[in-house]
């Protein structure tokens, strides 16, 4: 990890990456959702069950699940109420009232069938909560980060920079992808054969 003294300047392109050069004559580019995801992810492993400020709803969200899903999310309540999610169990699916406050924005159907695509067998779903832990947590770093194509005020850009680099791995999303790359004014100029 580099500590770099100064940012010069810091901008977004496409409304999917962030620019930051440096005065050490560095620049990098930030992909801001890969960079989004690993934050949260890291976020999510280390916090202690109960810790997540969560967002109650007014009007609870109302997904409908087979009966096999339900049974699923009875036997993980407590692990999602650990983090932050609170729902009552219906006959025909689940309604959620409270979530992580970054998640009140979410598609909360699309999110819990790709927490159940995770398993090969939703009923050994719970069975499976310790192995399954990070990709669940991947999943929720997903859903719950600054996506591609959102528009980001200065502060954000910082905030996102600033989080990324504090992160035990900074270079890519908890998927693989890379969130960094890192350019050097040299690199730059051998590009444009400019040997001044």
């Keep these: 990890k ?6 010069r300047n810091i901008f977004q392109i ?19 959702h890969a960079a989004a995801e690993r934050i949260t992810f890291e976020r999510l492993k280390k ?4 810790e997540s400020t969560n967002q109650k709803f007014l009007v609870p969200f109302e997904i409908e699940m087979s009966e096999v899903e339900i049974l699923a999310m009875e036997e993980l309540n407590q692990f999602f109420m650990d983090l932050g ?5 219906k006959e025909n699916g689940i309604s959620v009232s409270a979530s992580p406050s970054e998640f009140v924005n979410t598609d ?9 695509s995770l398993s090969d067998d939703i009923r050994n779903l719970s069975k499976e909560i310790a ?3 990070e990709d669940i947590y991947a999943t929720m770093a997903c859903h719950g980060s600054v996506r591609s194509g959102q528009s980001l005020h200065r502060e954000e850009m910082f905030d996102i ?4 680099v504090k992160c035990d791995n900074p270079y ?15 690199d730059i100029d051998m590009n444009f054969e400019r040997t001044y």
């Design 131 to 133: 192995r399954l832990k």
């Design 2 to 7: 580099e500590d770099f003294k100064t940012i």
């Design 47 to 50: 916090s202690k069950p109960g």
């Design 172 to 186: 890519s999303c908890p998927h693989g992808r890379p969130a960094v790359w890192k350019m050097k004014l040299s």
């Design 14 to 32: 496409f409304n999917k990456y962030i620019v930051v050069e440096f005065e050490e004559d560095i620049l990098w580019v930030i992909d801001q």
């Design 161 to 164: 920079y600033k989080k990324l």
């Design 108 to 116: 909360f159907k699309k999110f819990f069938d790709e927490i159940f």
């Design 85 to 89: 999610f609170e729902y009552t169990i």
